[in-house]
């Protein structure tokens, strides 16, 4: 008998769980049950920023299980057709200034099988250290690349509907900021009845647990960060946050690589605002912030939350705190994966 | 795949009844009754029984909440269970310390318990046993939880990485820490001579 048998014994007469209790702690499930369900709420903004790096590597590593051949299927079908909130002026001006800019640059023309680059640059939300990403898709998002430490090039399949964001979300939306806006809404419709429906990715980059406006910023802010978005595409991105109640616009914030700019943001719950931050003269998308404007402390039973973090310990966020910072440092279209060097018409 | 059959069979694994939980909820019910008894022992060993009736009726609850992001490859649902319990015991680290501080050094299980049919004798423990308990309070609750995941709840090592989400090394550096502290608590008697002679 060595400790771990000792150990087997101790206590093993507890008695077991009684009827009565059985009886009620089914009950009590019964109930949640016969209640009409809200979408899950997901962890704190900590974990959440974390579980975006998450997503987008979950995203690659499982697209490597889809069968050769599937196509994208479906498509996303028409924009949102119900009623979009009045467009804010101060938002839609700035908006107004970027697509002038952007009218400058020739038409668009986009080959879908093209491949794209985009590094980024991201502050860990604890240790402030800096790391770069550089990752490569083509722009119908079925295919994904990645290069390791000793450079080789690895090649992924992606689901444009199932990975959240896809890069193939640009891919037919429209250029005018209501038509984005009816885009960006019916994404989100979309991905918040996939979620219900099990058919999109588990672990994705579009928080939709803090209202469906909150997830429409997010999913502009995740398309500006993760992927090649045209001058036309990203005025438009614009002018669709103004269709987004509680979108605001924000006198100098600073991006990951310290680049000053005027920044679109929205608070949730939390009282975490997300920014996106772009130059003030060029209207240029640089990065995102996201960062306490109150004191936040975890509440101690929220409902649904995955209870990671330590009950007797809750997390606690001074005013302030800053939990998301990136730069997005280049950004184009390349011939090939593993390829950095624009090979394309310049965005 | 014959999903369709399976979820129609009594004999379907976790993952395809947590899988048509998601348009029929009333299917997870069967989760419940597979696991809530077993999920109740394990907790009530650690923290008594009373806390126990909560933290099951608390982990299935959250299980029903999470449950479309449990992975359908895992047929087997309880290292996701005992993963969610184990987090809610974590509310009451202070009580489980007290209550195996208490044991080893009075000898006597201050676990509370539900009355249970009849009279619960509180014997006084053997030596071995209260040395066992003291060195479980000594123990970081991370080496803890991952030494009665594998003994009580019966978990594998794969199992226990899982319900705790750590890397399966990471278990075994856990568990190697623990019983080198519970043996060396233990030294100073020889468990096999005294389970020998009783």
Do not use: C
Not at chain 1, 135 to 156: E, K, M, N, P, Q
Not at chain 1, 285 to 305: C, K, M, N, Q, V
Not at chain 2, 120 to 141: N, P, S, W
């Amino acid at each position: 008998m060595d400790e771990l048998d000792l150990l087997a014994e101790l206590r093993r007469d507890t008695p077991r769980i009684s009827p009565a209790a059985t009886t009620a702690a089914r009950a009590r499930l019964i109930e949640a049950m016969e209640t009409p369900e809200r979408p899950t709420r997901q962890v704190g903004p900590v974990a959440w920023r974390a579980g975006l790096v998450a997503a987008l590597a979950a995203a690659i590593v499982t697209g490597t299980v889809v069968t050769e051949g599937d196509g994208p299927g479906p498509g996303r079908g028409p924009g949102f057709t119900g009623m979009l909130s009045a467009a804010q002026p101060a938002v839609a001006a700035v908006a107004d200034r970027a697509r002038t800019v952007a009218d400058r640059e020739p038409a668009d023309s986009l080959d879908p099988t093209a491949w794209a680059y985009v590094e980024t640059l991201q502050r860990e939300s604890q240790s402030h250290e800096m790391s770069t990403l550089s990752d490569w898709y083509t722009l119908d998002g079925l295919h994904y690349a990645g290069v390791d430490d000793s450079g080789r090039i690895t090649v992924f399949n992606g689901e444009p509907l199932r990975d959240v964001p896809s890069q193939a979300f640009l891919l037919d939306a429209p250029n005018d900021a209501e038509g984005m806006a009816r885009h960006v809404y019916a994404e989100v419709d979309r991905i918040i009845q996939g979620e219900r429906d099990h058919t999109i990715r588990g672990e994705i980059g579009v928080d939709t647990s803090r209202g469906r406006d909150v997830a429409a910023f997010t999913l502009v802010k995740q398309v500006l960060l993760s992927f090649y978005v045209t001058p036309r595409q990203q005025a438009a991105l614009y002018g669709a946050l103004a269709y987004i109640p509680g979108v605001t616009v924000i006198d100098d914030v600073a991006d990951a690589a310290g680049r000053h700019g005027q920044a679109f943001g929205i608070t949730d719950s939390q009282s975490v605002r997300s920014e996106i931050i772009i130059d003030s003269r060029t209207y240029r998308y640089l990065g995102t912030r996201a960062i306490f404007t109150e004191d936040w402390t975890e509440p101690s039973h929220p409902p649904g939350i995955a209870p990671d973090s330590d009950p007797a310990h809750p997390l606690r966020f001074p005013k302030g705190t800053v939990i998301e910072l990136t730069a997005k440092m280049a950004s184009g279209i390349v011939s090939g994966p593993g390829e950095r060097e624009e090979g394309g018409e310049s965005p | 795949m014959t999903s369709d059959l399976a979820t129609a069979s009594p004999a379907a694994d976790d993952a395809e009844l947590i899988v048509a939980s998601l348009t029929d909820t009333e299917r997870f019910a069967a989760i419940f009754d597979r696991h809530a008894e077993r999920i109740h022992h394990y907790v009530a060993r650690r923290v008594g029984t009373d806390a126990a009736e909560d933290i099951v009726a608390e982990t299935f609850l959250t299980a029903f909440r999470k449950r479309s992001s449990y992975d359908p490859e895992r047929p087997d649902a309880r290292p996701w269970l005992y993963g969610i319990a184990t987090t809610l015991v974590a509310r009451h680290h202070r009580s489980e310390v007290r209550y195996l501080r208490a044991l080893s050094r009075t000898g006597v299980d201050p676990l509370p318990e539900s009355p249970a049919d009849g009279v619960v004798e509180r014997i006084t423990a053997q030596d071995h046993m209260r040395k066992l308990a003291g060195a479980l309070a000594t123990l970081g609750r991370g080496d803890r939880d991952t030494l009665l995941l594998v003994v009580w709840g019966e978990l594998t090592y794969e199992e226990a990485a899982r319900a705790l989400g750590v890397p399966v090394g990471t278990v075994r550096s856990r568990l190697n820490r623990a019983r080198r502290k519970l043996r060396e608590r233990l030294g100073g008697i020889d468990p096999m001579k005294e389970a020998r002679d009783g």
